[in-house]
C-alpha cells in the first residue's frame, strides 16, 4: 500500500492568502518529512525538510507542522503568490546512517494561486 | 556546488529494445545515490539506492537493473523494455551517511512503444 497520501490532488488559493498542503504517512518509523515543489516536466526540487525530533519549522514563508501521533505533516505557505503555483510533493523516509535513505512520496498536490 | 547530470534527456524505444540511463554527479565525494521512476500520473518510485562504487541495493523490482561503475555514476539498464517501463526516470543524490536530503536531477523521459 502507499506510505504516504496526500488526500487533496488539488487546491486553489487567492493570492495573498494561506496555502495548506497535508500529508499522511503509515510507517511510525519515519523520522524525516520533506516537500518538494514541481514544476511540469521539471524533476523536484526541495522546498523544506524536517527530522522528527522538531514538531515546526520555518523558512521564510514555508513552515512545516509535524504530528508525530497523528501520522501527519503539513506545509503553511503564507502570503502565497502566482509563482507558487506549482505540483507540491510531500516525502517522508526513514534515515539510516550508513546505507541510503528510503524516501516515499505522495502522488502529489496541484496548487493554483489566482491573481 | 555540486551539479548532477542525466543522460539522455528524452528517448523513444520499442519494446524489447535494450535501455540504458546515466547519471553523474560532480561536485561531492562519495555521494549516496538514487534512481526514482514515475508513471504518467503515478507516484515518484524509489527503485534503486547505492552507497559507494559497485554497491547497489533494488528498492522495487522492475525487471530493471543498476550498477555504479565510478563513484560519480550511477548507470540504470535493462536488455529488454517493457511498455510498463515508459515514464520520468529520475537520479537524486545525498551526501555520505544516508541521514540527509535527496536532491533531483533533471530527469530522463522514457517512451516505450
Known amino acids: 500500500g502507499q506510505q504516504v497520501k496526500q488526500s487533496s490532488p488539488s487546491l486553489t488559493v487567492q493570492e495573498g492568502g494561506i496555502s495548506i498542503l497535508n500529508c499522511d504517512y503509515e510507517?511510525?518509523?519515519?523520522?524525516?518529512f520533506a516537500w518538494y515543489k514541481k514544476y511540469p516536466d521539471n524533476s523536484p526540487t526541495l522546498l523544506i525538510s524536517?527530522?522528527?525530533?522538531?514538531d515546526k519549522r520555518e523558512d521564510g514563508r514555508l513552515t512545516v507542522f509535524l504530528n508525530k501521533s497523528g501520522k501527519h505533516f503539513s506545509l503553511h505557505i503564507t502570503a502565497s503568490q502566482p509563482e507558487d503555483t506549482a505540483v507540491y510533493l510531500c516525502?517522508?523516509?526513514?534515515?539510516?546512517?550508513?546505507?541510503?535513505?528510503?524516501?516515499?512520496f505522495g502522488k502529489g498536490a496541484k496548487l493554483t494561486v489566482s491573481p | 556546488a555540486q551539479t548532477i547530470h542525466q543522460w539522455p534527456v528524452a528517448e523513444i524505444k520499442a519494446v524489447g529494445s535494450p535501455l540504458s540511463l546515466g547519471c553523474t554527479i560532480k561536485?561531492?565525494?562519495?555521494?549516496?545515490l538514487y534512481w526514482y521512476w514515475q508513471a504518467t500520473g503515478g507516484t515518484l518510485q524509489q527503485l534503486f539506492y547505492?552507497?559507494?562504487?559497485?554497491?547497489v541495493e533494488s528498492v522495487v523490482q522492475l525487471n530493471l537493473s543498476a550498477s555504479r561503475p565510478k563513484d560519480d555514476q550511477f548507470i540504470l539498464s535493462t536488455e529488454k523494455l517493457l511498455l510498463s517501463h515508459s515514464g520520468f526516470y529520475l537520479c537524486?543524490?545525498?551526501?555520505?551517511?544516508?541521514?540527509?536530503?535527496?536532491?533531483f536531477g533533471p530527469g530522463t523521459r522514457l517512451l516505450v512503444l
Open positions: 561536485g561531492k565525494s562519495s555521494p549516496n
Open positions: 510507517n511510525d518509523m519515519f523520522d524525516y
Open positions: 516525502a517522508a523516509g526513514q534515515m539510516q546512517q550508513g546505507t541510503g535513505s528510503k524516501l516515499s
Open positions: 547505492s552507497i559507494t562504487v559497485g554497491q
Open positions: 524536517v527530522r522528527s525530533n522538531v
Open positions: 537524486a543524490w545525498s551526501r555520505q551517511g544516508g541521514q540527509d536530503t535527496q536532491y
